[in-house]
């Protein structure tokens, strides 16, 4: 596990944006795993004005996101589909049908697991998975447990995480209380990783992902398992190590 220290939100958007630009140019059909959330959107900008202006092209891109709401429309608001679009997709010149977010209004929501894992295994699984953690040490939606999930299935989201999210939502009980995420061998078979922490209330969690042993109480602390994993942490989310 590679940890590099940046100075600030904007240099870590930067490295981060440039880690996978870079990516694509080297393989121009590259599977791609996506994180919403606070902390990527600088990466996305970069992204988008990389495109606008380097001519780097997403035409030939296949992209995986790692989780969604459930019981949420896809045009809602505070969905990570319309999150994904607004902040990405809509700008660039990828194809609709090489994007890929679990449907979490789909009927059968075990059946749209197990979809979502065979369109991995078809896709050829992912090249470089860009991860975000949560102030709990939760990774996509994997959240502190006494077990984890292997593959992409349904978890219950904690208070912890719902009040986080809730800005997105009128109120805390509009925030749903089940999401759709990707497994941690979902995550540790993409062949490379980065996880993007910033802000000081990331740095207790950042501190027990690389000081404690790996332990789904911490589910961050499983990148330590990657041997491709590079962390990028701002200086306020580095603090405690």
């Not at 988008?48 to 380097?54: L, S």
Request: proline share 5%; with cysteine.
């Amino acid at each position: 596990m590679n940890v590099i220290t940046l100075n600030d939100y904007e240099e870590l958007s930067k490295k981060a944006a440039r880690i996978l630009a870079g990516k694509i140019e080297l393989k121009p059909d590259s599977v791609l795993g996506l994180p919403t959330g606070g902390t990527p959107l600088g990466m996305y900008k970069r992204l988008v004005e990389y495109y606008q202006k380097e001519n780097i092209s997403f035409n030939k891109i296949t992209t995986f996101n790692l989780d969604e709401y459930i019981d949420i429309k896809p045009d809602h608001p505070a969905s990570f589909n319309k999150y994904m679009y607004e902040n990405l997709f809509k700008h660039v010149d990828i194809k609709e049908e090489n994007i890929h977010i679990p449907k979490g209004n789909a009927e059968d929501i075990q059946a749209e697991c197990i979809r979502y894992e065979k369109e991995i295994s078809q896709a050829g699984g992912i090249d470089l998975l860009v991860l975000g953690i949560g102030e709990n040490g939760h990774l996509a939606f994997l959240e502190p447990s006494d077990s984890i999930p292997v593959w992409t299935s349904v978890v219950k989201l904690s208070e912890h995480t719902r009040i986080a999210n809730s800005s997105d939502f009128e109120n805390i009980e509009m925030v749903p209380k089940k999401a759709i995420t990707m497994g941690i061998k979902t995550i540790l078979s993409a062949e490379n990783i980065i996880l993007l922490a910033s802000g000081k209330n990331k740095a207790w969690a950042v501190e027990q992902m690389i000081k404690k042993d790996i332990t789904p109480q911490i589910p961050a602390t499983f990148v330590k398992l990657h041997e491709k994993a590079t962390i990028l942490l701002d200086k306020e989310a580095a603090a405690n190590i």
